[in-house]
Structures are given as structure tokens and as C-alpha cells.
């Protein structure tokens, strides 16, 4: 953890409780990419009994939120896509992955991929974040 960018984030998710409560961990960042983790539990599932949409959103949401803060320059989302591809159960790992595609001063667009454990793509997130050129506050 020596990229100064990582141990910012570090910091952060560790305070973000919405995201421990739900098992999320982010597992690896630098600039302007993040990549967030969880296992699949009997807490995560809807009424199905297979994941809930919300679990995966937050998830690709996560990755996203650390990825436009990676540079030290608090960020919000100010939209967001997702398309979902298949299921997921209980017991599935799913990984979520943002890269940056473009930035200016203002504005940073970002992708996301959501996969499982097997390699295949559970969901696609695309995000546009507000750049507030203001430091963040770790």
C-alpha cells in the first residue's frame, strides 16, 4: 500500500459503513481504477432467493466512487447505468472493476465490470462523476 492513492481510499472504505456492513472490500486501487470484492451470502438475497440487484449496484458503485477519488480530488457521481447480464447465488464472489475512460477538470467517466468467480459478466456500470477540484479529507 505505498501509492499514496490507495491508502487514501484504504482509509475511506474502511470508514464507509454501508459498504462493511455489506461485506464490500476494496481490493486493490491507483489512479483512476479501483476494484471491489464480495462474497455472496444468505443477507444478500432476495425474495428469488438469488442476489439482490442492490448488492451488485453498490458493488460496481463502490468501485466507481473509489476510482474517481483515486486522485486525491473529492468526486460524486452524478449518473449512473447498469445493465444486468445473469444471476448470481449464494456462494458466488463477484469482483468489480472501474477504470477511468476520460477526465477534465470538471467531469470523469468511468466503466465497470462486475464479474463472478467463473470469469463471467454478471453486470456493466457506466458513471459519470462531478470533479469538485477540492482535496479530500481522509
Do not use: W
Not at 481490493?27 to 439482490?52: I, K, Y
Not at 457521481?77 to 447465488?89: E, L, S
Not at 462486475?114 to 482535496?135: E, I, N, W, Y
Request: hydrophobic share 45%.
Amino acid at each position: 500500500m505505498s501509492d499514496p492513492a490507495k491508502v487514501d481510499l484504504a482509509a475511506l472504505a474502511a470508514r464507509d459503513a454501508f459498504c462493511v456492513g455489506l461485506g464490500i472490500e476494496l481490493v486493490e486501487a491507483s489512479l483512476g481504477r479501483a476494484v471491489t470484492r464480495v462474497t455472496v451470502g444468505a443477507r444478500h438475497l432476495n425474495f428469488h432467493g438469488a442476489c439482490h440487484g442492490g448488492l451488485t449496484f453498490t458493488l460496481a458503485d463502490a468501485a466507481f466512487a473509489f476510482a474517481c477519488n483515486s486522485r486525491g480530488v473529492a468526486s460524486s457521481g452524478i449518473d449512473t447505468h447498469m445493465i444486468y447480464n445473469r444471476a448470481v447465488k449464494a456462494g458466488d464472489v463477484l469482483t468489480a472493476t472501474a477504470v477511468e475512460i476520460s477526465r477534465s477538470s470538471k467531469l470523469s467517466h468511468y466503466r465497470v465490470d462486475v464479474v463472478r468467480g467463473d470469469g463471467k459478466l454478471v453486470a456493466g456500470l457506466t458513471g459519470t462523476a462531478f470533479v469538485s477540484g477540492q482535496p479530500i479529507e481522509v
